[in-house]
């Protein structure tokens, strides 16, 4: 079987996290101020907090922005359900625009037309790795004063127009899940330049705690260990050539596809690094192509089969699809196929050769 994912943990882990363990400071220390302190330079924002999850990058993020019950948070359906859930976790509203047909980024003038005067912020989504519209979000915000949250999860070292996402809007949540492009174990990262978000999402993963027992606020526990962050400032040493691999696969197998009638393969704009956290095509019959690439050895995802609002718990609260309908047409037909860092010349050339045996 081609995995879909591949986490690669080669020796420099190893050594680095039998270290952690025999120095006897295994829960957060220096290790944990050093990712934090590489993790920002590499995104070229002035300040990292690093933390145990994406999920909870997002929520500590959206808390230390100020966001609260009675707020509407503009957002995208079409992602991992952390992304709408990290707002209601504030107890604000996540109120969905629809994607862009081409990049199934957030649409930014769907934005447009969700705002109302209880928007307090956006969580735009650099989806699959491929940064969003900067340009047409940032003009939405000439008038309005609003805070955008950057759910980079999926697009470490991706940029738009030269710049590092995770500094594009007032904060940026990494995930450093195991399928992600570099991984820590569970793990997650904030990243800004602004101080008081910094100062007030290093107090809320830590209780509220602002001196020792002394709580102004009500925090939780979500340090990331010093295990966590050795094996990731190794990831972080690795970063750029896995990106380097999975983007020239990414252009491999796009080559490959051209002219195999019925696939789209991944548009990408032309201002953007596009990291390839997934290579998605589109694909009419798309259940049926998915289950024969699995049949033949080919591990597949489909990222997302059903769009947030359309999720049981969101029908729940009163949320339905009827304003997003691009999202719910491209959940029916996206599938993503193998271009990870392991992926060989020789795994893209039977990919290919499979597809067109199953769609001609
Ligand atoms: C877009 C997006 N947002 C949020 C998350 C949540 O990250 P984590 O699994 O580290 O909590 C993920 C990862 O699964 C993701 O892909």
Do not use: W
């Amino acid at each position: 079987m081609i995995p879909i994912a591949k986490p690669l943990i080669g020796e420099e882990e190893k050594e680095a996290v039998l270290k952690v363990l025999n120095s006897g400071i295994i829960a957060q220390g220096s290790l944990v101020e050093e990712f934090e302190k590489k993790f920002a330079d590499y995104c070229n924002a002035k300040y990292a907090a690093a933390i145990n999850s994406g999920t909870a990058a997002l929520h500590v993020s959206l808390m230390a922005m100020g966001i609260k019950k009675g707020d509407e948070v503009i957002t995208t359906p079409f992602s991992f359900i952390a992304t709408a859930n990290s707002i209601l976790y504030t107890g604000a509203k996540p109120v969905f625009a629809d994607i862009d047909k081409k990049t199934f980024n957030i649409s930014p003038d769907s934005i447009a037309e969700k705002f109302t005067g209880k928007t307090k912020a956006i969580l735009i989504v650099h989806l699959y790795g491929q940064p969003c519209n900067m340009k047409e979000i940032n003009e939405i915000f000439d008038d309005n004063d609003l805070l955008i949250l950057e759910d980079a999860c999926q697009a470490h070292g991706a940029e738009y127009r030269g710049m590092r996402v995770g500094s594009l809007g007032d904060a940026g949540a990494f995930s450093f899940y195991p399928t992600k492009n570099m991984t820590t174990s569970e793990g997650g990262i904030i990243t800004t330049n602004n101080r008081e978000i910094i100062d007030k999402s290093k107090i809320f993963r830590n209780h509220g705690q602002t001196q020792r027992y002394y709580h102004e606020f009500i925090g939780y526990n979500l340090r990331m260990t010093d295990i966590a962050a050795a094996i990731g400032l190794a990831q972080l040493k690795k970063l750029d050539g896995f990106t380097e691999k999975r983007i020239d696969n990414a252009k491999y197998l796009t080559k490959k596809l051209e002219g195999i009638k019925g696939i789209t393969t991944p548009y990408v704009s032309d201002d953007v690094r596009h990291v390839y956290h997934q290579y998605t095509i589109k694909v009419d019959d798309r259940d049926e192509v998915n289950k024969k690439l699995n049949e033949a050895g080919i591990g597949t995802g489909v990222h997302y089969p059903i769009p947030i609002n359309e999720q049981p718990f969101y029908r729940k609260l009163g949320y339905d699809s009827k304003e997003t309908p691009v999202a719910s047409d491209v959940s029916k037909k996206v599938l993503s196929l193998p271009i990870h860092p392991s992926v060989t010349k020789e795994n893209l050339d039977y990919i290919a050769g499979e597809l067109k045996n199953i769609l001609q």
